[in-house]
């Protein structure tokens, strides 16, 4: 975590993955984006998400995919963040097969 930290700080890593375990406490300064690939189960587990981006007066742009079925907790991020989320329907992005497993570790 820390060495992936420190490329990304520095400017060697100009994308860093993390799952919300590990981004929180992440400080990193000049985050323009933060690009949530679910919608969470818990309201404030998106403010900390986007809570990256936007610091200290700074800018930023946070991005989440969700499907239609998902409205109800958007709205509740909605009321939590005092924001309206707008929302993008008309993408090239579209959902052509899901593929699921069932492994047994």
Do not use: W
Not at 10 to 34: E, F, M, P, Q, Y
Not at 78 to 92: C, G, T
Request: aromatic share 6%; hydrophobic share 35%.
């Amino acid at each position: 975590r820390q060495n992936a930290l420190k490329s990304f700080r520095t400017g060697k890593s100009r994308v860093l993955v993390a799952t919300d375990v590990a981004s929180r406490g992440i400080d990193v300064d000049n985050i323009s984006h933060v690009i949530q690939f679910d919608l969470p189960d818990v309201p404030e587990t998106y403010l900390h998400r986007i809570g990256r981006t936007a610091r200290a007066g700074a800018g930023g742009t946070a991005y989440v995919f969700c499907e239609e079925s998902q409205k109800k907790e958007l709205k509740e991020i909605e009321r939590l963040i005092r924001m309206r989320v707008k929302i993008i329907q008309n993408h090239p992005y579209k959902i052509r097969r899901v593929v699921t497993h069932n492994r047994k570790y």
